[in-house]
């Protein structure tokens, strides 16, 4: 889950727009960053081996967790994401997918 004000919000199901009108944008960009992420994973890793690698592998850079456990304890997508890159070794030209127009997130 992740907090938004006074409103909670649980990161969507992966592609699933928000459809609250009570926590209206908020929510929904915390959303589109969880999306994109899985975008990524997609792209860049493959489906399904990208969700296997999501779920199984310990990555030193987010505390010696699994990305699913960062994510579940609230870690930033765009964090989770560069620390699985670090952990693969996927160089920075081939962590933004198919999309050239894709704007890299810088590092926090």
């Known amino acids: 889950m992740v ?3 006074a409103h909670t919000c649980r990161p969507a199901a992966r592609h699933v727009p928000a459809r609250s ?3 209206g944008a908020t929510c ?3 959303r589109v ?3 994109e ?3 990524l994973v997609e792209e860049v890793l493959g489906s399904a081996p990208g969700r ?3 779920a199984n592998l310990v990555v030193g850079g987010l505390e010696n967790r699994t ?3 960062a994510l579940e304890d609230g ?3 765009r964090t989770v994401w560069h620390a699985l890159c670090d952990e693969l070794d996927i160089p920075e030209s081939e962590r933004w997918g198919a999309d050239l127009r894709r704007v890299a997130p810088p590092r926090r």
């Open 3 to 5: 907090s938004a004000g």
């Open 21 to 23: 009108s009570i926590v």
């Open 28 to 30: 929904e960009a915390v």
């Open 33 to 35: 960053r969880y999306s």
């Open 37 to 39: 992420f899985w975008e």
């Open 52 to 54: 296997e690698i999501v």
């Open 67 to 69: 990305a699913a456990a």
């Open 75 to 77: 870690a930033e997508p």
